[in-house]
């Protein structure tokens, strides 16, 4: 990766350009640590109506609102077929391992297994009052 701001510190700035505009804010957190979606959550519990961590394809079963109201989920989870790695072919992407040699993936096939959060958020106070994660098999 290059040489990047501060993902905390950006926040800080994005919410300062927002505060007199919205009480619901929204924060979709494509990292691939979950240490640092987690670490975002806390620090902008109470700031934010919600936290949602993507890149991982992987939904958690982490989905809670933390003490200041905030909304937080580590990773939604894909869209995509479930025999895959992470959406692509399951056989194509193991031959990449074992080469080391880049090279363009194809989409998995079959049975999608679809993933989403539900955030519940009153917009008097911009604090989470509910989240469920779904998850669906759609054959």
């Known amino acids: 990766m ?3 701001d501060c993902p905390f510190r950006a926040m800080d700035t994005l919410l300062a350009e927002f505060k007199d505009k919205t009480n619901v804010i929204i ?3 494509h990292a ?3 240490s640092e979606k987690v670490a975002m959550g806390w620090y902008l519990d109470g700031r934010v109506s919600a936290v949602l961590g993507t890149h991982t394809h992987i939904g958690t079963i982490d989905a809670h609102i933390l003490p200041g109201g905030t ?3 580590t990773d939604i989870g894909m869209v995509g077929p479930m025999d895959s790695v992470i959406g692509d ?3 194509s992407v193991i ?3 074992l080469s080391q040699i880049p090279r363009r993936l194809s989409v998995g096939k079959g049975i999608v ?4 959060i539900l955030v519940e958020v009153s917009e008097d106070t911009g604090k989470a ?3 469920k994660r779904i998850r669906e098999v759609v054959t």
Do not use: Q
């Open 129 to 131: 009052v509910g989240i």
């Open 32 to 34: 691939e640590a979950t």
């Open 89 to 91: 072919d399951v056989s």
């Open 27 to 29: 924060v979709d957190f």
């Open 95 to 97: 031959n990449r391992f």
């Open 113 to 116: 297994d679809f993933n989403a």
């Open 71 to 73: 909304a937080y989920v």
């Open 2 to 4: 290059g040489n990047f």
